[in-house]
Structure formats: structure tokens, C-alpha cells
């Protein structure tokens, strides 16, 4: 009924051979057929960025000298250490609206 095999590496070099045929054999499922057509699809419909696109943008009712004295106004805000805040005393000494309700 089987072949008779006198060795035995010659029997498993030849089964090996018959899983690597059946696996070339099968037609693929239609999960591996659809397999990345989402990614596919989203990547088709993004749209290249125009370098006209990204100038038209841009705000065009500032000059250049309002800009520049906002951020050297920005920029000396940072030499002086602010002064601390004494959080203890928020809400200390006004009164509340509560109070009045009773």
C-alpha cells in the first residue's frame, strides 16, 4: 500500500516536498485577497499639499514691523522674574454670596 522507503531522511525529504506543493496549491481566501486594499485605498485618496496652497495661507494684514515689535515685546517679558503670587490669601476678606442665603 505505501511505498517502501529504506531510508528514513529519503521518506521525509519527500513528505516535505508534498506539504510545499499542497501549500502552492491552494487558492488564496478572500481575506488575502483583499488583504491592505483599505490602506490602498486611504493612501489614493489623500491629496498632495500645493506650495501655492500653503502661501495662501498666510496671513497678509500684518507688516513686518508689527511683527517684529510683538515678539520683542514678547521676548522682554522674560527678563524680569515675575513676582510670587500669595495663594493663601485668594478669596480671604471678600465675602460670599452664600452667606447671605440662610
Known amino acids: 500500500m505505501y511505498p517502501n522507503f529504506s531510508n528514513k531522511s529519503t521518506f521525509i525529504v519527500i513528505y516535505?516536498?508534498?506539504i510545499v506543493l499542497s501549500g502552492c496549491a491552494n487558492k488564496p481566501?478572500?481575506?488575502d485577497q483583499l488583504f491592505?486594499?483599505?490602506y490602498r485605498a486611504a493612501?489614493?485618496?489623500q491629496e498632495a499639499v500645493n506650495e501655492d496652497f500653503n502661501n495662501s495661507l498666510i496671513s497678509r494684514t500684518?507688516?513686518?514691523n508689527?511683527?517684529?515689535s510683538a515678539v520683542d515685546r514678547y521676548q522682554k517679558?522674560?527678563?524680569t522674574i515675575p513676582l510670587p503670587i500669595n495663594i493663601f490669601n485668594i478669596g480671604v476678606g471678600t465675602s460670599s454670596s452664600t452667606s447671605t442665603l440662610r
Open 36 to 38: 491592505g486594499t483599505a
Open 77 to 79: 517679558s522674560f527678563e
Open 62 to 64: 500684518t507688516d513686518g
Open 66 to 68: 508689527a511683527m517684529k
Open 16 to 18: 516535505l516536498f508534498c
Open 43 to 45: 493612501l489614493m485618496e
Open 29 to 31: 481566501t478572500l481575506n
